[in-house]
């Protein structure tokens, strides 16, 4: 086994965590700002319209004021109800013929919504109950130079949402990996680097200071699509990354994942998504695990942290896993499966804890930033399966207030209806409450495969088909065009 060298691992926060300001008008402000761009950012314009107008009839002199006429205008917007949003578009923009001068980056931004809507017709019926979002990856985006061009097309389809990669080896059409390291199908070697200005790792080329401002100048959200376990780290220390278990070798090996339990990796990891937010995306959505082998992922800081926890040897943990693997289909479960069943669970629940505290910190930054766990369909499925391969508690996650993304193969649409069945009753009484801080309801979201041979018209329809399978619990629908070139 191996030599166990740390101790139990922490967070290291990268900022100070903000203090309860006490004032009851100031939190009553707040919670209603949280509840109104909660319920923007879950795509109930419906229900966001009501609460900003609410909050500009309650606090007309807020600081918040411009972005709450913005969102609202948004909201409009989603909801084809053009003549009000240009009535919030011209509060922002000021009097026809103001001077450029005096004009804020509120007022300028509203301006060009308005010209865009005189020439532009309302958005598809499908825009406007969740997101109908397009995935893009690093090999489906256009020349730089039209991506303005682009995003237009995007937006009279009806597209809500883009969720962007943020680096190569986040991709959803990557190649699955098996235990081993063997990639199935051998694709080529993906570009290593981040797609977004970052100083914690290399960049290939900052697409997001480009799509962002060009997709919001549009009505567009954009979710950032980003792999912590494959991170675009600078970090080459061996100790920062797992190992892989061989119960028939009863050795280990190197193994491709960063450690998010190390303390070394955490703050690391902290700084990057810091630095992604900044980019002024909307949400982020964390990858799952692309390899089935979570069980036997191992280090020397996990491993002692689990003796100290449990005061169980490592070594039970190890012959844990080799009663599994040489366990028969039809044979009873060993002595040995309630320390497999302590080891996964344990570390499934320090994982999601690690996740919890950057979704934390990173929601003091960005308030209304939506983060999202992909969970592969078995995690409601068949849960304990999805335990021990992957790591992956979808209860838990949504307790926390993750919102989940149905992923691993991109579903087709009609598997749709039967995973929604999956997420009903799983309402607000789920969410573990936090005295004084207003929680987020969780959204459930479905890849959806989109075949290539629909070429250059791929997009006509896919707001409709959005619209008849959303449900009131999968607000959010992501098509993954089957395409290797850009996207038309």
């Known amino acids: 086994m191996l030599t166990l060298l740390f101790a139990a691992c922490t967070v290291a926060p990268s900022a100070p965590v903000a203090q309860s300001i006490g004032d009851p008008a100031v939190e009553a402000e707040t919670r209603l700002w949280y509840q109104a761009s909660t319920a923007f950012s879950d795509g109930r314009y419906s229900a966001a319209i009501h609460l900003y107008e609410r909050y500009l009839t309650t606090y007309p002199k807020s600081r918040r004021a411009m972005e709450a006429h913005w969102d609202l205008g948004q909201a409009y917007e989603q909801m084809g109800e053009v003549a009000a949003a240009v009535k919030e578009y011209r509060t922002l923009a000021g009097p026809e013929g103001a001077p450029p001068a005096t004009m804020s980056s509120y007022a300028d931004r509203a301006l060009h919504r308005i010209e865009a809507l005189r020439n532009q017709p309302a958005l598809p019926a499908g825009a406007r109950s969740g997101h109908t979002a397009l995935y893009v990856s690093f090999n489906n985006l256009p020349p730089q130079s039209q991506v303005e061009t682009w995003a237009r097309q995007l937006s009279a389809q009806g597209i809500s949402a883009i969720l962007l990669d943020a680096s190569a080896e986040s991709s959803f059409t990557r190649a699955a990996v098996q235990p081993g390291g063997v990639s199935v199908g051998q694709s080529p070697e993906l570009p290593k680097g981040a797609l977004f200005a970052t100083s914690r790792g290399p960049v290939l080329t900052d697409w997001y200071s480009v799509i962002v401002p060009q997709a919001h100048e549009l009505g567009i959200s954009v979710y950032a699509v980003l792999d912590l376990f494959h991170a675009p780290l600078s970090d080459r220390r061996a100790d920062s990354r797992m190992l892989l278990y061989d119960p028939t070798r009863r050795r280990v090996h190197p193994w491709t994942q960063f450690d998010l339990l190390s303390s070394a990796v955490q703050p690391l990891v902290a700084q990057l998504l810091t630095d992604l937010i900044r980019s002024?995306?909307?949400?982020?959505?964390?990858?799952?695990?692309?390899?089935?082998?979570?069980?036997?992922?191992?280090?020397?800081?996990?491993?002692?942290?689990?003796?100290?926890?449990?005061?169980?040897?490592?070594?039970?943990?190890?012959?844990?896993?080799?009663?599994?693997?040489?366990?028969?289909?039809?044979?009873?479960?060993?002595?040995?499966?309630?320390?497999?069943?302590?080891?996964?669970?344990?570390?499934?629940?320090?994982?999601?804890?690690?996740?919890?505290?950057?979704?934390?910190?990173?929601?003091?930054?960005?308030?209304?930033?939506?983060?999202?766990?992909?969970?592969?369909?078995?995690?409601?499925?068949?849960?304990?399966?999805?335990?021990?391969?992957?790591?992956?508690?979808?209860?838990?996650?949504?307790?926390?207030?993750?919102?989940?993304?149905?992923?691993?193969?991109?579903?087709?649409?009609?598997?749709v209806r039967a995973f929604a069945g999956s997420f009903k009753g799983w309402s607000r009484d789920v969410i573990q409450s936090a005295k004084g801080e207003p929680q987020t309801l969780p959204q459930g979201w479905v890849l959806l495969h989109t075949p290539a041979e629909h070429g250059a018209g791929m997009f006509t329809g896919l707001a409709q088909q959005a619209d008849e399978l959303r449900t009131p619990d999968i607000r959010h629908l992501v098509f993954v065009p089957d395409s290797q070139g850009a996207i038309p």
């Open 280 to 415: 002024g995306v909307d949400g982020v959505v964390f990858r799952a695990r692309a390899e089935n082998s979570f069980a036997y992922e191992v280090s020397d800081g996990v491993l002692r942290q689990f003796e100290t926890q449990f005061h169980q040897p490592s070594s039970e943990v190890a012959q844990a896993l080799r009663d599994r693997m040489a366990l028969r289909p039809d044979a009873a479960a060993p002595v040995s499966d309630k320390t497999l069943w302590r080891w996964v669970g344990w570390k499934a629940r320090q994982e999601l804890e690690v996740m919890a505290l950057l979704k934390k910190h990173l929601q003091k930054v960005v308030p209304r930033l939506r983060l999202v766990l992909e969970v592969h369909p078995e995690a409601l499925s068949n849960p304990t399966s999805a335990l021990v391969n992957y790591g992956e508690d979808a209860a838990e996650a949504r307790r926390r207030g993750f919102d989940l993304l149905l992923g691993g193969p991109s579903r087709e649409a009609s598997d």
